[in-house]
């Protein structure tokens, strides 16, 4: 456990290092970064338990050409979710908790079947933190990932350019 210091330091400094982290524009948004973000049912999340909106991690999958919407799939602990579906078992890709220190706290799922849109505007407005991105070899393993799943509609692929070089 920290102590912190009469003057506040400590403070101070994690408060500098959210600011550095800090989503200033759709520019500090790219492909494979990792972003921690308040969402809620208007970016397509299905809340229960009364929730209005869920802090929630996500990775950037894709990027439309003006450089202001992604496409993002959710990062979710629940490893098990979908074990009773196979044809969405295969679009579950484990991120390794020991690859993502200060990110995630255990092994958890990227869910590559669904996508969802997002204006870069709305991560500046809510003051989205990037936390991190993927390793390279979890990238080049979940964008063709992303960019083979039946579930995601073709239109939003282009869109987003996701498998396009």
Partial sequence: MLIDDVKGALA?????????RRIKSGADLNVGDIVYQNMDRSD????NKGY?????????????SKGDAIGLCLINSDLDF???VP???????????????GVLT??????CAQLFPM??????????ERVGHLTAEDEAKVLP???????IDAHMRKVYRIGQK
Avoid at 145 to 151: E, N
């Fill in 82 to 84: 979908y074990r009773n």
């Fill in 119 to 128: 204006k870069a505007k709305k991560s500046v407005a809510v003051r989205a």
């Fill in 12 to 20: 101070a400094l994690k408060t500098e290092m959210q600011e550095d």
């Fill in 145 to 151: 990932l992303v960019a083979s799943c039946g579930f």
């Fill in 87 to 101: 044809a969405m078992q295969r679009f579950q890709y484990i991120l390794k908790a020991e690859d993502y220190k």
């Fill in 52 to 64: 209005d909106d869920r802090l929630k991690y996500f990775v950037i999958v894709g990027k439309n």
């Fill in 44 to 47: 397509g999340l299905v809340l």
């Fill in 106 to 111: 255990k092994d958890s799922r990227l869910d």
